[in-house]
Nanobody, 126 residues
Framework: QVQLVESGGGLVQAGGSLRLSCAASERTFTSFAMGWFRQAPGKEREFVAAFTWSVGTTYYADSVKGRFTISRDNAKNTVYLQMNSLKPEDTAVYYC???????????????????WGQGTQVTVSS
């Protein structure tokens, strides 16, 4: 059972930055890909960013391109989401997720991921 623990959320003013972390309990070779999603109150969970461990290809939602950066630290089994130029509409609970090897993977689909963290709240004030 993979455990993912997010941290780094908080309250920030519009235009500010935050860096989220997602620490995984298992070694990275057992994970094919990692993703970040977010969910605002009353809305569906939406894709933010993702990458594959082996090739390192990254994917971003149009709404965060140029502002957010997904990165990794293999030695620490940790994935990061650097969020710059934050906007009030970025306010949400942010979740990290991992996809095991095998099967079809659609980076933007929550159903493509096998394990999820508990989430961390990000609030951006105007």
């Amino acid at each position: 059972q993979v455990q993912l623990v997010e941290s780094g959320g908080g309250l920030v003013q519009a235009g500010g930055s935050l860096r989220l972390s997602c620490a995984a309990s298992e070694r990275t070779f057992t994970s094919f890909a990692m993703g970040w999603f977010r969910q605002a109150p009353g809305k569906e969970r939406e894709f933010v960013a993702a990458f594959t461990w082996s090739v390192g290809t990254t994917y971003y939602a149009d709404s965060v391109k140029g502002r957010f950066t997904i990165s990794r630290d293999n030695a620490k089994n940790t994935v990061y989401l650097q969020m710059n130029s934050l906007k009030p509409e970025d306010t949400a609970v942010y979740y990290c997720a991992t996809k095991r090897p095998g099967g079809t993977w659609h980076p933007q689909r929550p159903t493509s991921y096998d394990y999820w963290g508990q989430g961390t709240q990000v609030t951006v004030s105007s």
